[in-house]
Structure formats: C-alpha cells, structure tokens
C-alpha cells in the first residue's frame, strides 16, 4: 500500500460496558505535542494520540457542529494512554 492510501484507522463504537472516557478542555501543558497515532482524516471526529513530556493523551477534534470542538484526555502515563486508544480502534495495531 503507498502511503497517499493510508487515511488512518478508524475508531469504532464504544461496547457495551466499556469504561467511558472523560474529555476535557485542551491545556497547552507543553509547547511541543508529537502525534504518535491518529484516526481517519475523512471521518467528522478525528482522534490523536499524542506525546509530550514523557507523558500521552488522546486529543478529539469533532467537526459534526457548526464549530470545530477540540477536546482532550487527561495527561497520563503511556500505558493507561495506549489502553484509551486501543479501546477507541478497537485494538487495531499502531
């Protein structure tokens, strides 16, 4: 596949009893934010998975709205990031 194919994963409906995650206000904790991961460009919401002072968080941009809403999760350690992303693609592969 050449990369101009790749749109990026596509994150899947929560399932049923799945812990819920809490989105916040974006912060500017930290001048330089390295996107490690991100969902499907093509989608209304698109999701990263971003790193930044050796910690991580997923930021949400939703364009359903008449305004684009950016939103993020806490700043955690990279384990407990890596599980709200696997949770979000369903656990398709980095």
Do not use: F
């Given at each position: 596949?050449?990369?101009?194919?790749?749109?990026?994963l596509h994150a899947?409906?929560?399932?049923?009893g799945?812990?819920?995650?809490?989105w916040?206000?974006?912060?500017?904790r930290?001048p330089?934010v390295?996107v490690?991961a991100?969902t499907?460009?093509?989608e209304?919401v698109?999701?990263?998975?971003?790193?930044a002072?050796?910690?991580?968080h997923?930021r949400?941009?939703?364009?359903?709205g008449k305004?684009?809403?950016v939103?993020?999760t806490?700043?955690?350690?990279?384990?407990e990031?890596?599980?709200?992303?696997g949770v979000l693609v369903?656990d398709?592969?980095?």
């Open positions: 596949m050449a990369i101009e194919e790749y749109h990026g899947e409906p929560p399932e049923r799945s812990e819920k995650i809490v916040y206000p974006v912060t500017a930290h330089s390295r490690k991100h499907c460009e093509a209304p698109v999701y990263e998975l971003c790193a002072g050796g910690l991580m997923i949400r941009t939703d364009r359903r305004e684009v809403v939103t993020e806490n700043w955690v350690k990279a384990a990031a890596l599980k709200m992303w369903q398709d592969p980095l």
